[in-house]
DNA sequence: CTAGAACCTGACACTGATGTCAGATTCAAG
DNA sequence: CTTGAATCTGACATCAGTGTCAGGTTCTAG
């Protein structure tokens, strides 16, 4: 499919698919002209990669990430390097901690929320 | 307490202490000589708005929240306009999806590390 | 009084994913 | 062939909290 339809279907902006192609995390066709054609993987691909920004981890990370996680069809997956494993760890406890904390701030918030109500 | 201590015990740099106060998130009397001098519920509300910022919210909202939380010791409180009650609904809901995210990321890390560990 | 630690203001840099625009090219339907 | 939609590359802007540095002032222990 082509980038409007993967833009579409992703929620994600064409100029953000473009960048993760630079950043090396998500590979494209191209037509005889240039145009970049995406497999229907990466619909599922670019969803995967979106939530790994949204956890905080930058772009070196997930690129090194990517191959090591198993594809939903199980297909080939790397094993992941001890350093990497170390790396991984420790953005594990970094997201424990930051889900720690929206659930304390979505508290707080619905306390603001629910008092506006109740008055 | 001055402002090296409120930063040791809240682990928030001294720059981002002044920066809450520039933003009118943190009040802060002043010694003759002009250094701040912080209440002891400074060490809460810092880390309040803390947590707050790692949620997402941007200094304005916060400001706007800030009075309207009931204190620790149930101080005065504002209640929230209903423009705010609508802006704050929208960051829980924000914060929701996120907190979806951030689950399903920890686990893909998980899924990651184990295959390494069991290999 | 004095020295050194702590604090003050103001300014500039950075980060890094994303928005936006311009100008050119390709694609696909009629 | 034509034409409008879609895509291409490249460049520049943005956001907002935080880091850092400089030059000066205040505080406090001895």
């Known amino acids: 499919m082509r980038i409007g339809e993967l833009a579409r279907r992703t929620n994600v902006s064409e100029r953000s698919l473009r960048y993760y192609e630079a ?3 998500l590979a494209a066709d191209r037509t005889p002209g240039g145009h970049r054609d995406y497999p229907e993987a990466a619909v599922d ?3 995967r990669i979106q939530e790994l920004y949204a956890a905080g981890l930058h772009s070196e990370k997930i690129r090194q990430l990517l191959p090591c996680m198993r ?3 199980g297909g080939p997956s790397t094993i ?3 350093r990497l494993v170390a790396d991984l760890t420790e953005e594990r406890e970094r997201i424990d901690r930051l889900i ?3 659930v304390r701030s979505r508290e707080t918030l619905d306390d603001v929320i629910d008092a506006a109500r109740d008055h």
Do not use: G, M, N
Request: proline content about 7%; overall charge negative; charged content about 35%.
């Open 71 to 73: 594809d939903q069809d």
């Open 100 to 102: 720690a904390d929206l």
């Open 80 to 82: 992941a390097t001890p």
């Open 23 to 25: 950043q090396e995390l």
């Open 45 to 47: 691909r670019v969803i």
